[in-house]
């Protein structure tokens, strides 16, 4: 559900309601009424929030479950290295 999603990334990122808002331009009360599942973000709202998670629209709509790392301004060697920690995660299971 996107409640339990923003509420579960906004956990994870360890930033207040009050952030968030701060964030986003809106009042406490709209994450809250968010998160609440009392209304709905507006589309221009799911845009920023995807921004700011670091993930996509798809994954914070729950029609996508893939998870994507922002590498950004690192080098082949450092990205090379974070896809080997990748593959020996995935091999423990």
């Known amino acids: 559900m996107l409640n339990d999603n923003i ?3 906004r956990l994870s990122f360890q930033i207040s309601q009050v952030e968030l808002a701060k964030k986003l331009g809106v009042s406490k009360q709209c994450v809250s009424n968010w998160e609440n599942d009392n209304v709905l973000p507006s589309i221009e709202m799911l845009v920023k ?3 700011i998670f670091n993930v996509t629209t798809d994954n914070l709509l729950d029609l996508d ?3 994507t790392i922002n590498v950004k301004g690192l ?3 450092e990205i090379s290295h974070i896809k080997c920690v990748v593959q ?5 299971k």
């Open 75 to 77: 080098n082949e060697k």
């Open 65 to 67: 479950s893939s998870e």
């Open 49 to 51: 929030l995807a921004q």
């Open 88 to 92: 020996d995660l995935l091999n423990l």
């Open 7 to 9: 509420k579960r990334l």
